[in-house]
């Protein structure tokens, strides 16, 4: 018979990881916290990557939790961020936002919201939640085989029940699902008024920073903003 049992030992390592990750936070609080402030002090008509990862580009400030020297500013998306109101001429968000939690969002939003000049523009890609369930009420089985390693599984994602819950879900690190609907509703109010659909590679030339993996355009919801003036 085990010392632990199955359940016990589950909420240990939680707990556990849990610990670790309040250690990296405040080390990347502690080291990497004045940068963006320092960087970005005085400036105006910023072009901001906001949850970039990998995706980055010269002449925008790219920002992440994971600190890049040289490539990417440390960000944590439940702080406030440290740059002054109206200072970002465009906002590029791909992929990041369905890592919060609904409320999170609504705060990530509203700072957005703060940072762009008036006028200035916003660009949103998320996976789309409506696609999926569409996807799913069909049985459209092509687009779930295209989907069947999402996120790098390993084992094939079937049925196509399991492909719809790894995309909302991805082992926790998703937090909530979106639609234009959704994300409209959400927007509006923060003074963001033009909200339009968009495609792959839809905006103009200098704020174009897509991603081009095969899977963005096949599961994705593309979304232009615009603050109002």
């Known amino acids: 018979m085990p010392l632990l049992s199955r359940s016990t030992h589950r909420r240990a390592r ?3 990881h849990a610990a670790r990750r309040l250690q990296s936070h405040l080390i990347r609080q502690l080291r990497y916290g004045g940068e963006l402030r320092r960087h970005c002090a ?58 919060l939690d609904y409320a999170d969002a609504i705060e990530f939003l509203k700072e957005c919201a703060r940072l762009l000049e008036p ?39 079937t049925p196509k029940n399991r492909v ?18 959704t994300l409209e509703t959400a927007c509006r109010p923060l003074g963001l008024t033009e909200i339009t659909r968009s495609s792959l590679n839809d905006i103009a030339e200098p704020y174009r920073l897509d991603g081009q993996d095969w899977w963005r355009p096949l599961e994705s919801l593309y979304a232009n903003l615009r603050k109002a003036t």
Do not use: K
């Open 14 to 16: 939680e707990a556990y």
């Open 42 to 99: 005085g400036q105006t008509g910023l072009l901001l990557n906001i949850g970039c990862g990998p995706l980055t580009r010269e002449g925008w400030v790219n920002l992440d939790y994971q600190h890049s020297a040289g490539q990417s500013f440390y960000f944590d998306a439940l702080d406030h961020l440290p740059i002054a109101d109206g200072a970002a001429r465009h906002i590029h968000c791909e992929h990041f936002l369905e890592h």
């Open 119 to 157: 006028g200035g523009t916003m660009r949103l890609i998320v996976p789309d939640a409506e696609r999926y369930m569409r996807a799913y009420c069909a049985d459209e089985q092509p687009f779930f085989e295209q989907l069947v390693h999402l996120g790098n599984h390993i084992e094939p994602l």
């Open 164 to 181: 719809c819950n790894h995309s909302f879900r991805m082992d926790g690190a998703h937090r909530f699902g979106w639609d234009f609907e």
